[in-house]
């Protein structure tokens, strides 16, 4: 099969990015999804833009504040349970003066777009043989399942989530490719906005540090520094958020929790069945 020339595979992409805008706005044009996070999500969002910070009007199920300490908020409870990157997201779209509805329905157009890119360029670097035809097909495959399209398609924050791991993924294999500075600052970065999507993000900057620290092209005072930088970019950017939360006076975030192997295997196999 002949290869496609750099005007092809631009052209496979767009035609990736045309199919997500179509599939997510036809899916959205009624209104996006909800959840029981999403309440907390628009509330920041709201309250961001109004100028009262990342504060949600009303207390959370996890919060766990007397009456009285709730009412003393007035409406601008600190967010701690969730991270602050995906309600700025959607305060960025109001702030435009774009409804609530609005703003989730396309940010997760532009997410979903994105994403779907992403699919192709890390299957692109991973397969061998018409590689870009390829990671085409295999990326406009998960138009068709169901946990994806729901997740492109919902006000929730897993999809910006997947973004940053997608981006992270790209970075990290450049710069353990070609050592680039550039990309190894790039890989941080996308750790740190992990974290900041999701408390889960942590992994992400220790898969990062595990994946330099095993690179063994490089001397071992090397490794130890760049590992550092990845993770010490994650570590310090939910380290600071939940900082935010202690002085704000909010309750404090669970960072941590243990998932038994049975809470996710049944749902991967849903995905890949």
């Known amino acids: 099969m002949q290869r496609p020339h750099g005007g092809g595979r631009t052209i496979l992409f767009v035609v990736l990015a045309i199919l997500a805008v179509a599939i997510t706005l036809a899916l959205t044009h009624e209104t996006v999804g909800y959840g029981v996070d999403s309440s907390a999500y628009f509330g920041v969002a709201h309250n961001l833009v109004t100028g009262r910070g990342p504060t949600v009007p009303m207390t959370f199920y996890t919060d766990h504040y007397p009456p009285a300490r709730a009412?003393?908020?007035?409406?601008?409870?600190?967010?701690?349970h969730f991270p602050p990157l995906y309600p700025m997201m959607l305060a960025g779209f109001e702030a435009f003066g774009l409804s609530a509805?609005?703003?989730?329905?396309?940010?997760?157009?532009?997410?979903?777009?994105?994403?779907?890119?992403?699919?192709?360029?890390v299957?692109?670097?991973?397969?061998?043989?018409?590689?870009?035809?390829?990671?085409?097909?295999?990326?406009?495959?998960?138009?068709?399942?169901?946990?994806?399209?729901?997740?492109?398609?919902?006000?929730?924050?897993?999809?910006l989530f997947i973004t940053t791991?997608?981006?992270?993924?790209?970075?990290?294999?450049?710069?353990?490719?070609t050592g680039s500075r550039g990309a190894l600052v790039l890989a941080a970065s996308c750790a740190a906005a992990a974290v900041l999507t999701r408390w889960v993000g942590v992994s992400v900057g220790v898969a990062g540090a595990g994946l330099i620290l095993a690179h063994r092209g490089w001397v071992w005072r090397m490794r130890v520094a760049r590992a550092a930088v990845i993770a010490g970019a994650a570590a310090t950017s939910g380290l600071g958020w939940a900082l935010y939360g202690r002085i704000a006076g909010g309750s404090s975030p669970r960072l941590f929790a243990y998932h038994p192997p049975q809470r996710f295997i049944g749902p991967l196999f849903d995905v890949l069945g």
Request: hydrophobic share 65%; proline share 1%; glycine share 4%.
């Open 165 to 177: 791991v997608l981006a992270f993924l790209l970075a990290t294999s450049r710069h353990l490719a």
């Open 71 to 80: 009412f003393a908020f007035h409406g601008a409870v600190p967010s701690t």
């Open 123 to 159: 299957l692109s670097r991973v397969l061998v043989r018409a590689r870009w035809i390829g990671a085409f097909a295999a990326a406009a495959i998960l138009l068709t399942i169901d946990a994806w399209l729901v997740t492109h398609t919902f006000a929730m924050s897993e999809a």
């Open 101 to 121: 509805a609005a703003a989730a329905r396309w940010s997760s157009t532009i997410v979903h777009t994105l994403n779907l890119v992403l699919v192709g360029l």
